[in-house]
């Protein structure tokens, strides 16, 4: 027995009609669109565009809106030219903008040997700008890349001219300023448009073994520091006091002595003038000085009774002095 097996019968989909013009037209609008979108961008204040148009420097756009010819014929790149930039060596600033700021040999960079073949690791940052944007772009591939690499090699070279002691305390500040002379003239002749604006020396310490006894003696060194700022400020304090109190005494006696001068030169003329007029009437002056020095010295001797030659009794005379006594008494009495 046959079986008929037919195939099952499907409905037939509806004929679709594509319009060709109508596709161009959509073509043409999302172009349109999409041209029109790309034609114009947006340059920060502290920004300006590099145009290249075909692949070649076109022209310099300064901030706010700008046209450019769409679909990559011309392109624009953002230079930040009023950004202060910064590269830092030994060290990374974490979440930095600036993908060339840090690197990922920071402890290379840091440990260094100094010119008495001590270590030292140094820490330091080199601030920068961007002067000239066409030479930034198109004359070094790097040019970020090559200061720091610049930067690395004249520390190295600076720092293997100075002692320790010179890079450890007291000569940061200078070897910051002699590097900062040599990589500028360096930046300047290679044409990278950067302009270096400070070198500025950061953490500066030994290496980690010798550590602690470099510590100490800074701590040292600090005491006698301390001992030598207290001696001097009692040295100040002490040796201006006694200086005054010379000068005090010597002011006195010169006093003093002018007094003693003056009064010995006027004894000096008045005894002259004495000796001038007892030479012109000797018996007269010579009462004269007698009559002047009794009347000086008897208001001084008190209660005294003064007899002559002639005088014979001097009882009446005690009598007269005790009614004197008494009647000063009688009178206090009422």
């Known amino acids: 027995m046959q079986r008929d097996i037919t195939p099952p019968s499907f409905p037939q989909m509806p004929e679709i009609r594509i319009n060709p013009s109508l596709i161009v037209a959509a073509i043409l609008g999302v172009v349109v669109i999409i041209g029109a979108m790309s034609s114009f961008y947006q340059v920060s204040a502290e920004s300006i565009g590099v145009v290249q148009r075909f692949g070649r420097f076109h022209e ?5 809106l700008r046209f450019k010819i769409p679909f990559g014929v011309d392109r624009v790149t953002f230079v930040p030219v009023e950004r202060q930039l910064k590269l830092e060596f030994g060290y990374g600033t974490q979440n930095a903008s600036n993908r060339y700021q840090q690197s990922s040999e920071s402890n290379f960079e840091r440990d260094m040997v100094t010119g008495d073949l001590n270590a030292a690791s140094v820490e330091w940052v080199v601030q920068y700008g961007i002067s000239d944007p066409r030479a930034y772009l198109f004359h070094l591939r790097d040019p970020e890349e090559t200061l720091r690499d610049l930067s690395e090699s004249i520390m190295r070279e600076i720092v293997g001219d100075r002692t320790v002691d ?8 200078e070897i910051g300023d002699a590097v900062l002379a040599k990589l500028q003239p360096l930046v300047t002749k290679l044409e990278m448009g950067l302009r270096v604006e400070l070198v500025q020396l950061g953490n500066v310490y030994p290496p980690r073994p010798v550590q ?22 009692e040295y100040n304090k002490v040796v201006p006091s006694a200086k005054g109190e010379a000068a005090q005494k010597i002011s006195e006696a010169e006093g003093y002595a002018f007094k003693r001068v003056n009064q010995a030169e006027g004894d000096v003329a008045r005894f002259k003038a004495l000796l001038e007029q007892y030479e012109k009437a000797p018996d007269v002056t010579r009462q004269r000085l007698y009559f002047e020095t009794m009347s000086e010295v008897i208001p ?19 009598h007269l002095q005790q009614l004197q006594y008494a009647q000063p008494q009688k009178s206090s009495q009422r």
Request: proline content about 4%; overall charge neutral; hydrophobic content about 40%.
């Open 212 to 233: 602690q006894s470099f510590d100490e003696v800074n701590n040292a060194q600090q005491q006698r520091l301390t001992a030598i700022n207290v001696a001097n400020g």
């Open 166 to 173: 010179e890079v450890l305390t007291s000569g940061r500040q």
């Open 300 to 318: 001084n001797l008190g209660n005294k009774i003064i007899l002559d030659d002639a005088a014979k009794q001097f009882l009446p005379l005690m």
């Open 60 to 64: 310099i756009a300064k901030p706010g």
